[in-house]
C-alpha cells in the first residue's frame, strides 16, 4: 500500500513537475512497470537524441531501487548494448549508493547527467571506455552516429508506425 501511493505521488510530480528533459509515464494499466524519456543536452554527443528507457519497480520498493535500462540504443561507456546502466544510485549498498529517500526523478536526473558526463573509470563497455579516455575525438564521432541512428526524432517517426515495439533493437 505505501509503495503504491508514493509511486502515485512520485508519477503526479513527475507529469506536473518533470525534470527537465525527462518525461516519465506508467506503462499501461501496472503501477510497477513504467517508461521513460531522456532528451539528450545541448552540446554533447547526444544533443537531440530522444532515449526510452524501461522502469520496473520492485516489490520492496524504497527500500530497493527500481530497474532501469534503456530500451534505445547508445553509444556509451557506463551503458552497455542490453541498455543496463553502470550508476552507484542503481545498485543498493555496500556496492551501491541507493537510499530510500531517493525517488524515480532524482534516478532519471542521474542518468541525465551521466550521459553528459560518463564515468570512463567504472565502465560497463571497456573499449568504449579506453575510446572515451584515448582518443575522444572518435568517441564523440561513434556517439553522435549512434544517437543520429537510434534516437534522433525522425527515426523514432519512422519506425513508430512500423513496428510497435521496439525492445533491444534500439
Known amino acids: 500500500m505505501q509503495r ?13 513537475q518533470p525534470p527537465t528533459g525527462i518525461t516519465c509515464w506508467q506503462n499501461g494499466s501496472c503501477i510497477n512497470d ?10 554533447t554527443p547526444y544533443e537531440k537524441g530522444i532515449f526510452d528507457l524501461e522502469i520496473v519497480v ?6 530497493e531501487p527500481p530497474k532501469i535500462r534503456f530500451l534505445t540504443r547508445i553509444y556509451h561507456p557506463n551503458i552497455d548494448s542490453a541498455g543496463r546502466i553502470c550508476l552507484d544510485v542503481l545498485k543498493l549498498p555496500p ?11 532524482s534516478l532519471l536526473t542521474s542518468i541525465q547527467m551521466l550521459m553528459n558526463e560518463p564515468n570512463p573509470d567504472d565502465p560497463l563497455m571497456a573499449d568504449i ?3 572515451y579516455k ?25 519506425f513508430s508506425d512500423a513496428v510497435p515495439d521496439f525492445g533491444n533493437d534500439r
Not at 551501491?96 to 525517488?103: E, I
Request: glycine share 2%; no cysteine; hydrophobic share 35%.
Open 4 to 16: 503504491a501511493s508514493r509511486l502515485k505521488r512520485e508519477l503526479h510530480l513527475l507529469t506536473t
Open 34 to 43: 513504467l517508461r521513460a524519456q531522456i532528451l539528450g543536452f545541448a552540446d
Open 58 to 63: 520492485p516489490e520492496r520498493y524504497p527500500f
Open 95 to 105: 556496492k551501491g549508493a541507493w537510499r530510500p529517500s531517493l525517488n524515480i526523478a
Open 129 to 131: 571506455s579506453s575510446e
Open 134 to 158: 584515448y582518443n575522444k575525438q572518435t568517441f564523440l564521432r561513434n556517439a553522435r552516429q549512434w544517437t543520429e541512428k537510434y534516437a534522433s526524432q525522425t527515426t523514432m517517426l519512422l
